[in-house]
């Protein structure tokens, strides 16, 4: 199974401002995986990224507010930009098992509150 | 666009009683995860479903899989409080891992 290290764990930030989270695997995935899980929420899928290409948004989230860099196949972070109180939420990376590709792992999430 | 639909959302239950949870999905899929999440914490990998009929065990808890009715169930044998969590289902649409989650259902196992 993937072990998957998030950072960083939360953080409390001014509105306005951005923060970006980093997402590290300990082997080369395909694909990871951003989600937001609001409070008292169930989680739902902000983007995927893949090495190489831009990321692949869901309906709700755009690129200039959810930036997505994936660097290499064990890296990638996600920025959370002009950030406002609604924006407070864990948010979770996740990759697929790679190469069998039939379970997903999570990070242990980064608990974002903006105040 | 795929609906996950658990319930119920909140299960309160006396220890030793067993229970089920439901995860309804709307559309085609034979991949379904259960998830379970402590306060605070993470998601924790229960079980993974990968095909019609498919039927996994871990302790108290059993999970089944029907993709013709799209159906999955978390069945809770003589509950324990250790089991008090959220537990979510979730389905994968795309093989790649692409996951929609159900609201999740609140378990509370009073002693």
């Known amino acids: 199974s993937a072990v998957i290290s998030q950072k960083p764990s939360r953080d409390i930030c001014q509105r306005g401002t951005s923060l970006t989270i980093q997402c590290q695997v300990d082997s080369q995935v395909t694909m990871m995986f951003w989600y937001r899980q609001q409070p008292g929420q169930s989680l739902t899928l902000i983007a995927t990224a893949n090495q190489g290409s831009e990321a692949t948004y869901e309906s709700g989230f755009v690129i200039d507010k959810f930036p997505i860099s994936r660097p290499n196949l064990t890296f990638s972070t996600l920025t959370v930009s002009n950030m406002s109180p609604e924006d407070s939420s864990i948010y979770l990376c996740?990759?697929?098992?790679?190469?069998?590709?039939?379970?997903?792992?999570f990070g242990q999430g980064t608990r974002l509150t903006v105040v | 666009e795929l609906k996950v639909e658990q319930n119920p959302l909140f299960l309160s239950m006396q220890e030793g009683k067993n229970y089920t949870i439901y995860c309804n999905y709307s559309t085609t899929s034979d991949r379904l995860y259960w998830y379970r999440q402590d306060p605070g914490k993470s998601l924790e990998s229960l079980f993974v479903l990968l095909s019609n009929g498919a039927v996994k065990q871990e302790g108290r808890l059993m999970a089944s899989l029907d993709t013709k009715a799209r159906l999955s169930t978390l069945h809770i044998t003589a509950a324990v409080h250790d089991l008090s969590a959220t537990y979510f289902c979730a389905v994968d649409i795309r093989y790649g891992n692409k996951l929609v989650f159900g609201a999740g259902t609140i378990l509370r196992v009073k002693s």
């Open positions: 996740s990759v697929e098992d790679w190469p069998t590709n039939t379970e997903a792992f």
